[in-house]
């Protein structure tokens, strides 16, 4: 897998908000990444800003790679079944609450039509 398509896949599992997918994609693309700077570096003397650039580039691939394994320990903790069990209870609870509000308004704006008419 190439680093842009790892990237690409990084940001569409970020845009539908699935850390889980997301912190998956990040390991891969940390993976391309690892794979991609080896290839670069393998064998070669590398000029002193080429050799900066490889640092910086392997320190970013463990940092993208330590923050990638501490969201996939966040997504796994013991209560988030627990967690997405009660926000489903509380979206049905409050669709079930939206249902109930316009007959509410309709029956208060005729009372006060009766009032004042």
């Known amino acids: 897998m190439?680093?842009?398509?790892?990237?690409?896949?990084?940001?569409?599992?970020?845009?539908?908000?699935?850390?889980?997918?997301?912190?998956?994609?990040?390991?891969?693309?940390?993976?391309?990444?690892?794979?991609?700077?080896?290839?670069?570096?393998?064998?070669?003397?590398?000029?002193?800003?080429?050799?900066r650039r490889a640092e910086v580039a392997s320190r970013l691939i463990r940092q993208l790679r330590t923050d990638a394994e501490r969201v996939r320990k966040a997504t796994t903790a013991k209560d988030v079944e627990a967690r997405k069990t009660d926000l489903d209870t509380a979206v049905s609870e409050k669709a079930d609450a939206d249902k109930?509000?316009?007959p509410a308004r309709d029956a208060y704006r005729d009372c006060l039509a009766k009032a004042n008419g």
């Open 100 to 102: 109930g509000v316009r």
């Open 2 to 51: 190439g680093v842009v398509k790892a990237a690409l896949d990084v940001y569409e599992a970020a845009k539908r908000l699935d850390a889980a997918a997301t912190a998956d994609a990040a390991v891969a693309e940390a993976d391309a990444g690892q794979k991609a700077l080896d290839s670069m570096t393998e064998g070669d003397t590398l000029e002193p800003a080429e050799g």
